[in-house]
């Protein structure tokens, strides 16, 4: 009988599956970065932000939801079976967005879009976790995200090249068909459960048991409900850039090519960075990088406001990325600072589906704030909003295991 052993030289074969899958995970996203919301405008003629940000809502409410359930089933199905299940849900997505007559069948693209980043990105972080034990668990985490949003960043771009030299439909998608194929394989060929990874880590840990995790994460516990709002907030920003981005870019006369790239380059910052910020959240004080990440951020998003040349949208995307960078990998680092490794999963689970709400909030919010009181406006309180966020992170976040 095999041991399992905890850490990431000991389980480097599977960890390095992990790392690819969720690259192709990020690439499913990276696909409507930068050409949704002007397929949007051009092939369907929508033109309320509200309602051309009713994708990444459809797409943030289904993701969150499935965040959470994915956490509470991840120890009672599996974690191989969900991850394999999340790819199943992303290979019509494609296909969907190429074929679309309508604009509701974007949505329902988004919605199984939501659920497949909802299984199998949750799945590829919890596992890469439960493969390397607590040392190493930033820098597991900043990999993780360091391929997703690294794959985000360039199929952004190269989405948007294509669809500059082709046109928006169909072939930018084409790279969709692609992703999902590959994903589902290696998960159903190569990636084995690590449920046994967790029983190991559960026996040397002290951590104490959550009384009720969704209300000690969501609201009670001071230090979880702390980092909870932030996540959320952190989304709710991502929201309003994903999807007024494009269109603010687009409204400035910047060609399709340039827009990729400029909409490419905030998410390639984020993930590269990441390979960084993990390993930094393994060794350095967790609220100070949660803090310094969410006040970057409101900086940069309230620079959108006077930004007109792509120096200058160039240099917000690198800020924006970095400060993102410095909590996303934080972010779950520290939730497991706070919770016993058999209740980390559902812990997760719930950080995440307040997380990805943020989606939803965001694009809900942005929309309707560009539509009655301009764009800038809406830059302008979600920039205060994320500046706020970072305040209460100081006032509530402290040492592990304070209630």
């Known amino acids: 009988m095999n041991t399992v052993q905890l850490g990431l030289k000991e389980n480097w074969k599977q960890f390095s599956i992990l790392v690819i899958i969720n690259a192709f995970v990020g690439g499913m996203i990276g696909l409507e970065r930068s050409v949704l919301p002007q397929l949007a405008e051009k092939d369907f003629g929508i033109s309320s932000k509200t309602a051309v940000f009713s994708f990444i809502i459809a797409f943030g409410i289904t993701k969150a939801v499935c965040n959470y359930f994915t956490g509470k089933l991840a120890n009672l199905i599996g974690r191989k079976k969900l991850l394999v299940i999340g790819w199943v849900f992303a290979l019509p997505v494609p296909f969907i967005l190429i074929y679309a007559n309508n604009w509701n069948w974007v949505i329902l693209a988004n919605i199984l879009l939501g659920i497949n980043q909802g299984l199998a990105w949750s799945m590829a972080v919890i596992m890469k976790i439960d493969l390397v034990g607590s040392k190493k668990r930033g820098l597991a985490v900043g990999i993780n995200e360091f391929a997703g949003y690294v794959s985000v960043g360039i199929v952004a771009f190269l989405t948007g090249y294509i669809a500059n030299t082709y046109g928006v439909r ?26 046994l990874h ?29 980092i909870t709002q932030a996540g959320l907030v952190n989304n709710l920003n991502d929201g309003m850039v994903w999807g007024l981005l494009p269109i603010l870019l687009l409204s400035k006369g910047f060609s399709q090519t340039n827009i990729g790239i400029l909409t490419a380059i905030y998410p390639m910052v984020w993930g590269l960075s990441q390979l960084f910020t993990g390993k930094l959240s393994d060794v350095y004080s967790k609220k100070m990088l949660l803090f310094g990440g969410m006040l970057f951020q409101g900086i940069a998003i309230m620079g959108l406001i006077k930004a007109n040349s792509f120096e200058m949208f160039g240099g917000i995307g690198i800020l924006l990325g970095l400060g993102t960078a410095l909590v996303y990998p934080t972010f779950i680092n520290a939730i497991a600072d706070y919770t016993h490794p058999s209740q980390r999963a559902e812990s997760l689970g719930t950080f995440r589906f307040w997380r990805d709400l943020g989606y939803a909030a965001g694009a809900l919010l942005t929309g309707i704030l560009a539509d009655y009181f301009g764009i800038e406006m809406s830059i302008l309180l979600i920039g205060i909003l994320t500046i706020i966020s970072s305040l209460v992170i100081l006032v509530r976040v402290g040492k592990p295991f304070t209630i």
């Open 198 to 226: 967790v029983g190991q880590e559960s026996t040397q840990s002290t951590i104490p048991l959550l009384k009720n995790i969704f209300l000690n994460t969501s609201f009670t516990h001071k230090s979880l409900s702390g």
């Open 170 to 195: 169909p072939y930018p998608f084409y790279l969709g068909i692609g992703f999902s194929i590959m994903g589902l394989l290696l998960s159903i060929l190569f990636v084995k459960d690590t449920r």
